[in-house]
T-cell receptor, first 112, second 114 residues
Framework: GENVEQHPSTLSVQEGDSAVIKCTYS??????FPWYKQELGKGPQLIID?????GEKKDQRIAVTLNKTAKHFSLHITETQPEDSAVYFC???????????FGTGTSLTVIP | EAGVAQSPRYKIIEKRQSVAFWCNPI?????LYWYQQILGQGPKLLIQ????????DSQLPKDRFSAERLKGVDSTLKIQPAKLEDSAVYLC????????????FGPGTRLLVL
């Protein structure tokens, strides 16, 4: 099956700085890569996703990049705010496999 | 639009007891998922339904876990008998079609097995 690795496990940044979280995957058939944000006591919520036919996608302060050759993808958050503090998960799936794999999570703390 | 509903929110049981969780997905969503999230880890997919049928249950410990989705809407996940290592948050999610789309998660049921 797929193996999704995520780094770092914890990340602290000053408010206004950028945060970058990286993930690697093993299955070359994976073609859908979402990022979820999970706040304490809540279920994960999709913040951005990218498909394998696209190299980069941006939504306001959030961007995701994908390198299919190297099998890695990254989440970039610019101008971080305290409300960005949460646990972020990357994930990977393939339409043919019907499976869905989450990374191990990154706990992001934005220091005011 | 109403989100994914789950109940109960919290459950404490002793090992070897049984427990059941309920999930009501977003109206019109064909696919329903059950995940297990152990503290400090990412969610692990246990079972995926599309309408009434099971799409994938390869990671479901079938000797003690069972799940059903009657009439293609609500679903229940049961553990019998529970073990200490089953302590986790059980998340339910739904999507319009499949894993290649946005999944909408419920708040989860936090299970503690003593």
């Amino acid at each position: 099956g797929e193996n999704v690795e995520q780094h770092p496990s914890t990340l602290s940044v000053q408010e206004g700085d950028s945060a970058v979280i990286k993930c690697t995957y093993s299955d070359s058939a994976s073609n859908y890569f979402p990022w979820y944000k999970q706040e304490l006591g809540k279920g994960p919520q999709l913040i951005i996703d990218i498909r394998s036919n696209v190299g980069e996608k941006k939504d306001q302060r959030i961007a995701v990049t994908l390198n299919k050759t190297a099998k890695h993808f990254s989440l970039h958050i610019t101008e971080t705010q305290p409300e960005d503090s949460a646990v972020y998960f990357c994930a990977a799936s393939s339409i043919t496999g019907n499976q869905f794999y989450f990374g191990t999570g990154t706990s992001l703390t934005v220091i005011p | 639009e109403a989100g994914v509903a789950q109940s109960p929110r919290y459950k404490i049981i002793e090992k070897r007891q049984s427990v059941a969780f309920w999930c009501n997905p977003i109206s019109g969503h064909a696919t329903l998922y059950w995940y297990q999230q152990i503290l400090g880890q990412g969610p692990k997919l246990l079972i995926q339904f599309q309408n009434n049928g099971v799409v994938d249950d390869s990671q479901l410990p079938k000797d003690r876990f069972s799940a059903e989705r009657l009439k293609g809407v609500d679903s229940t996940l049961k553990i019998q008998p529970a073990k200490l290592e089953d302590s986790a948050v059980y998340l339910c999610a739904s999507s319009f079609l499949g894993v290649w789309e946005t999944q909408y998660f419920g708040p989860g049921t936090r299970l503690l097995v003593l």
